[in-house]
């Protein structure tokens, strides 16, 4: 497609369930970003992939998140043993090359997961 | 670290006012990038403009017009002669060493 493809648009999970959130990134984007967005606020950048290698994970708050990129394309940010609080909007973005200090890259974004812990 | 300020959070204006949506950021870098993105009630962050930290030129592109002042950290987004489908989050935006660092965003209303 010619955008960000994010899927499921929304999910609804009960505390400790795991999720899975998928990631369609432009093609041919090198890099492809996570970010959590919570209600009324600004994304937060969650990891980074260059290709498929994990460069930058920093943000995951917890080792109950996991991301994937095996292939160099779709990614998957994995939820473990889902709480109430990582409730938000979950946004992919990608852009054209490697990103790094300065760049001047624009991120194309997804419309987002919106997942929802009961 | 890198910061971004946003400090109004909601704007209303009647259709056809300027409305001037503010930034501040604070960043240790001498090379960055700031950027503008949109995102309707859809929810998808579209890209508006960016900027970077060697140029203060500012910036005219129909309706909307970017002031980047570095002396004072501020990359402020003007909308001339608003409209309803101006409605949005706005979220101004600075590079870090991978990622974007976002404000908390500004609410525009536009009414009819």
């Known amino acids: 497609g010619a955008g960000v493809s994010q899927s499921p648009r929304y999910k609804v999970a009960k505390r400790g369930q795991d999720v899975a959130l998928r990631c369609d990134p432009i093609?041919?984007?090198?890099?492809l970003f996570w970010y959590q967005q919570a209600l009324g606020q600004g994304p937060e950048f969650l990891t980074y992939?260059?290709?498929?290698?994990?460069?930058?994970k920093s943000g995951l708050p917890s080792d109950r998140f996991f991301a994937e990129r095996p292939e160099g394309s779709v990614s998957t940010l994995k939820i473990q043993r889902t709480q109430q609080e990582d409730s938000a909007v979950y946004l992919c973005?990608?852009?054209?090359?490697?990103?790094?200090?300065?760049?001047?890259?624009?991120?194309?974004f997804g419309d987002g997961t919106r997942l929802s812990i009961l | 670290a890198q910061k971004v300020t946003q400090a109004q959070t909601e704007i209303s204006v009647v259709e056809k006012e300027d409305v001037t949506l503010d930034c501040v950021y604070e960043?240790?870098?001498?090379?960055?990038?700031l950027f503008w993105y949109k995102q309707p009630p859809s929810g998808e962050l579209v890209f508006l403009i960016r900027?970077?930290?060697?140029?203060?030129q500012n910036e005219i592109s129909g309706r909307y017009s970017w002031n980047f002042q570095k002396s004072t950290s501020s990359f402020n987004f003007t909308i001339t002669a608003s409209q309803v489908v101006d409605s949005a989050v706005y979220f101004c935006?600075?590079?870090?060493?991978?990622?974007?660092?976002f404000g908390t965003g500004t609410r525009l209303t536009v009414i009819p």
């Open positions: 973005a990608s852009s054209l090359g490697g990103y790094g200090l300065g760049s001047n890259q624009p991120q194309h």
């Open positions: 935006a600075l590079t870090g060493a991978n990622n974007l660092f």
């Open positions: 900027r970077n930290s060697f140029d203060e």
């Open positions: 960043t240790r870098d001498t090379t960055y990038y």
């Open positions: 992939f260059q290709n498929e290698a994990q460069l930058d």
């Open positions: 093609s041919g984007h090198v890099s």
